[in-house]
Every structure is written in structure tokens, then in C-alpha cells.
Nanobody
């Protein structure tokens, strides 16, 4: 079983910055890809950014140039640096961790952290 915990959300004015963290703990052989997703009220959960264990990254067009995803494999931790925040970035941000155990890869999700950007 893998526990995934996000932190770092909050209320910020437009143009401000926040840094989200996601920590994975528990029993696993290794962690593969990790990703950030977000869900605004009444909308579907959308991809924000992903990062492989080798550090290859992928971003949604809406956050390119403003958000940076990174990870510390030694700490099983992933980060999302969010700059130049806009009101449209307001959402609950979720962390997805793909971990490897004796039965193969499985995805685990955190409970989410709220990000609110005021205009």
C-alpha cells in the first residue's frame, strides 16, 4: 500500500506563486512516473504536468512557461512550482504516483490540496 500526501496549497493573488509538494510513502519496490492533475468545481480532472523517473517532463499547454514540475527520487517527493498564477488556475490539485510492487505498477492518488487564485 502506498500513501500519497499533497501539501502547499493556499490562497494567493493573481500573479503570485505557490509551491506544491507530494510525498509517497509505504511499501513499494520503486516509483515510476508521477503527475499533477487539477479539478475545478463542476469540471473534469485535467492533467497539469507529469514527470518520469528519469526526469522527462510533460505539461499542459495552459501552464507551459509558468509551472515547473520536479522530483527528488531519494525522498520519493514531487514538486510543482507555480508562478504567474491566474484565477483560472483555481482548483483542487491532485498528485498521482505510479508505484511498482510484486504484482506490477499501480496508480495511487492523494486527497488533493486546494489552490485559490484571487483576481
Amino acid at each position: 500500500q502506498v500513501r500519497v500526501v499533497e501539501s502547499g496549497g493556499g490562497l494567493v493573488e493573481a500573479g503570485g506563486s505557490l509551491r506544491l509538494s507530494c510525498v509517497a510513502s509505504g511499501s513499494f519496490l520503486s516509483i515510476g512516473a508521477m503527475g499533477w492533475y487539477r479539478q475545478a468545481p463542476g469540471k473534469q480532472r485535467d492533467l497539469v504536468a507529469t514527470i518520469t523517473s528519469a526526469g522527462n517532463t510533460n505539461y499542459a499547454d495552459s501552464v507551459k512557461g509558468r509551472f515547473t514540475i520536479s522530483r527528488d527520487n531519494a525522498k520519493n517527493t514531487m514538486y510543482l512550482q507555480m508562478n504567474s498564477l491566474k484565477p483560472d488556475d483555481t482548483a483542487v490539485y491532485f498528485c498521482d504516483v505510479r508505484s511498482l510492487d510484486a504484482f506490477g505498477y499501480r496508480d495511487y492518488w492523494g486527497q488533493g490540496t486546494q489552490v485559490t487564485v484571487s483576481s
